[in-house]
């Protein structure tokens, strides 16, 4: 009985399926190719055409065949048995395939992200024994305002009907400084109240003469505060 795959004397035809398959010539070229191979158990050279099924559906390659889709059939049962961890490796590779970060893993990279910023600011904070110039601006389109700072020493001061025009309606600026070491709990505070029923408030905090914050309130009895943890 023939067996299965197998090629005629003269390489022009091949056994399939219980019938005799006319090969095209460089499928015969390919098959005496693959017989020298087997006979000799090398390899097929490098850069040779693999020998395709007429169905299209297979491909002979290396002394195998193989589907289309590149995973293996057995149509040998001893190379089934021979060869079962190959087998098993060619098809976990066929099966990988590449997936996204998950969920998860990108909140964690956020978190670490975060930890590590604020850690590289508390050790900046700390080891800066350097001594800064810190001043609080208030100005007022009103007459007088209510004015409390805080900062200098831990202390809370607070100053009353602080006067922000002249006689002749100039505007004045109220400003207080002092010098200070920052040990990533300083906190500085500036806030001013409007004492009339109109007029615009604004206040600021520089440190070494750089203002680092600022906020305004508009109308009368309203509040304009501004602050700061270094």
């Known amino acids: 009985m023939l067996e299965e795959n197998s090629f ?14 006319k090969l095209s010539p460089q499928q015969q070229q390919e ?5 020298s191979a087997n006979t000799t158990n090398t390899p097929m050279q490098s850069g040779m055409q693999p020998l395709v ?10 002394g195998e065949w193989y589907e289309s ?14 060869s079962p961890n190959e087998i098993n490796s060619f098809e976990q590779h066929s099966d990988f395939e590449s997936r996204n970060s998950s969920p998860e ?17 508390v050790i900046v904070s700390v080891f800066d024994d350097k001594t ?55 906190f500085l505070y500036v806030s001013a109240q409007n004492e009339h029923s109109s ?14 914050r600022n906020s305004n309130s508009y109308g009368g009895y309203t509040i304009a505060e501004a602050y700061d943890m270094r």
């Open 8 to 21: 005629s004397s003269d390489f022009q035809y091949m056994y399939i399926n219980g019938e005799w398959v």
């Open 31 to 35: 098959a005496l190719a693959i017989s």
């Open 53 to 62: 099924s007429p169905d299209g559906k297979y491909v002979y390659v290396n």
């Open 69 to 82: 889709s590149k995973k293996p059939v057995i149509l040998n049962h001893d190379m089934a048995r021979d």
């Open 105 to 121: 893993s990108t909140i964690a990279v956020w978190v670490v992200t975060i930890v590590i910023f604020v850690s590289m600011w």
């Open 132 to 186: 800064h110039e810190v001043q609080y601006h208030v100005s007022c389109t009103c007459d007088s305002v209510f004015i409390t700072i805080g900062g200098q020493g831990g202390d809370v001061q607070q100053f009353d009907n602080v006067l922000m025009q002249k006689l002749d309606g100039t505007l004045l600026e109220w400003t207080h400084t002092f010098s200070t070491d920052f040990d990533g709990y300083t």
């Open 199 to 212: 007029g615009d408030v604004s206040v600021s905090i520089y440190v070494d003469g750089k203002m680092i």
